[in-house]
């Protein structure tokens, strides 16, 4: 059983659409958080999630909504995609900073 | 604000020879740190974490790393890489109820 998965693995869409990436984990984890990595390979935080309630939000663009309908989901839509959209979006879960975090396997998302 | 510094964008070695890949951080609190890689196509693996204690931790795959506050360092050293070693590897920093702020990473290289 996969610990935190995540689909679509890979997504290519035209500008423009929206899309969703959907993220699940069984682990009881409380906490979900979205992650960013560019072509650079450099790893950014989007959002986290705890207990469903919205706890980090960074300076993303407000085309990105996440969507927590229970603690072990974490969904991620995105509004009206853009080519700098383009990136390795991972989802991970944990019970606590102090014990890390687990990820899932990635989308890669390519916008055309 | 914490941050973390990667030294080395790359680094290649020939299997059997010791590797050592560089971290520094900068944090005005107590941190935890971590070490992750990430193969191919793949999501992060935990590879080793400091939370308090020894300094010298060890991880899987034979992987090992000191923390020194003096230096604000936390480098992850391997006595004897293999090719199967080769992969992308990243330090991140946290603090207690914190997010996890992740380095540019290093791509090390073993080559036969």
């Known amino acids: 059983d996969t610990a935190v998965s995540q689909t679509p693995k890979y997504l290519v869409t035209q500008m423009g659409n929206d899309k969703s990436i959907k993220c699940e984990q069984n682990?009881?984890?409380?906490?979900m958080y979205w992650y960013k990595q560019d072509s650079k390979k450099f790893l950014k935080i989007m959002f986290s999630?705890?207990?469903?309630?919205?706890?980090i939000n960074e300076t993303v663009p407000n085309r990105f909504s996440p969507k927590s309908p229970d603690k072990a989901h974490l969904n991620l839509h995105i509004n009206s995609l853009e080519l700098g959209d383009s990136a390795v979006y991972f989802c991970?879960?944990?019970?606590?900073?102090?014990?890390?975090?687990?990820f899932g396997s990635g989308t890669r998302l390519t916008v055309v | 604000a914490q941050s973390v510094t990667q030294l080395d964008s790359q680094v290649p070695v020939f299997e059997e020879a010791p590797v050592e890949l560089r971290c520094n951080y900068s944090?005005?609190?107590?941190?935890?740190l971590f070490w992750y890689v990430q193969y191919p196509n793949q999501g992060l693996q935990l590879l080793l974490k400091y939370l308090s204690g020894s300094t010298l931790v060890k991880g899987i795959n034979g992987f090992e790393a000191e923390f020194n506050k003096s230096q604000t360092s936390f480098h992850l050293r391997k006595p004897s890489v293999h090719i199967s070693d080769t992969a992308e590897y990243f330090c991140a920093v946290g603090n207690q109820g914190g997010k996890l702020i992740f380095g540019q990473g290093t791509e090390l290289s073993v080559k036969p």
């Open positions: 944090s005005s609190v107590s941190v935890y």
């Open positions: 999630y705890n207990n469903k309630e919205l706890i």
């Open positions: 991970a879960s944990s019970s606590g900073t102090t014990y890390g975090y687990t």
């Open positions: 682990l009881g984890h409380d906490t």
